[in-house]
């Protein structure tokens, strides 16, 4: 029988030792974390003589972390808005848990879809572009092993990084309807992420939303406690909501590892350490408004309105049409052969 537990598989081992590390992390939380970003990538090393290969989605975003400066992301709801973001010159893009539930599911974002439909959506779209994506995973499921299991599930996908949170569902309601996790939890969730990378380069975010959702809400300190312990237990990079923009500098230099930070305005935040400035929840509702407005139109008139409209030219690129135009060109010619 001690043969037989010798021979266990890595993956059963890793199960056990995250579990097993959490109790020790728990019983420490409130230590100041020694946390040290793995050092991103500048090129991928080649053999002597031959060309360096392609930076790997995750390691591209790794080197966006390490390089001075902010790097300010954009939300993508689907392959053709990320092939725009890509076309002019974004470096990387994120879908969000919102934009997924309202343009693909049609709900709000109440904790409503599924960690598989995230996954699915939002691979998706970071497999149609050559930028790495951030994609959100919510609470990655309901306890420790669902988060180890689809945790290898977002990196088969060819997600680059995602962004794991404090809530609790149904979540987005406010306090008094959606709640925190203790914070015991949700370092176990990171932990079990971080036992699940196979991947080096995948990045794990950790969200807290404790500046709205604590007992005493706007608790700079709490918000503090909590990104010290998450990046304690692994975490990359710490994603705080609700912070403003004089507060990001104090939260960078105590929790220690980048920080992330959601629609804050451009130019102040340039003058801060924070890392990755992401966008969202912001262009939905004029697309749909535009939508509306065309299909009303359609009703009143019987014809479509003309809006504005993208260059035939960016459309190709966007779609790749030199490059399927070569390919059947080539084709046909074989098919006449």
Not at 244 to 263: A, F, H, Q, Y
Request: with cysteine; proline share 5%; charged share 25%.
């Amino acid at each position: 029988m001690d043969n037989a537990k010798d021979n266990t598989t890595v993956e059963n081992t890793s199960r056990r030792d995250f579990i097993s590390k959490g109790a020790a992390v728990t019983g420490s939380l409130v230590a100041a974390a020694a946390t040290v970003v793995a050092p991103a990538v500048a090129e991928a090393a080649a053999a002597p003589g031959q060309a360096a290969r392609p930076l790997s989605a995750t390691e591209k975003f790794r080197a966006l972390l390490k390089r001075p400066g902010l790097t300010v992301v954009p939300e993508a709801h689907s392959v053709f808005a990320a092939r725009l973001a890509e076309i002019n010159g974004y470096e990387c893009i994120y879908t969000g848990g919102n934009m997924i539930s309202a343009m693909h599911l049609g709900f709000d974002d109440y904790g409503i879809v599924t960690v598989n439909e995230l996954i699915q959506y939002g691979g998706h779209i970071a497999r149609g572009v050559d930028i790495p994506a951030v994609v959100d995973s919510d609470q990655l499921g309901e306890t420790a092993l669902t988060v180890y299991r689809h945790t290898k599930e977002y990196q088969r996908a060819g997600i680059a990084a995602f962004h794991v949170e404090d809530t609790r569902n149904p979540k987005h309601q406010g306090a008094g309807v959606s709640s925190l996790m203790p914070v015991e939890e949700m370092v176990l969730r990171v932990q079990a992420a971080s036992e699940a990378r196979t991947d080096p380069n995948f990045t794990i975010i950790a969200r807290s939303d404790s500046m709205g959702l604590f007992e005493k809400k706007g608790d700079l300190n709490e918000l503090i406690r909590r990104g010290k312990a998450y990046a304690a237990a692994g975490a990359d990079a710490f994603f705080p909501t609700g912070v403003k923009v004089e507060d990001i500098n104090r939260i960078s230099d105590e929790v220690g590892i980048p920080v992330v930070t959601l629609n804050l305005p451009v130019n102040p935040q340039k003058a801060t350490k924070v890392k990755i400035c992401l966008h969202a929840v912001q262009v939905f509702q004029p697309v749909m408004k535009l939508y509306e407005d065309m299909i009303l139109g359609l009703k009143a008139t019987g014809e479509f309105p003309k809006p504005p409209r993208l260059p035939q030219e960016t459309v190709d690129k966007v779609m790749h049409t030199a490059k399927y135009q070569e390919l059947t060109a080539r084709w046909n010619k074989v098919r006449a052969g």
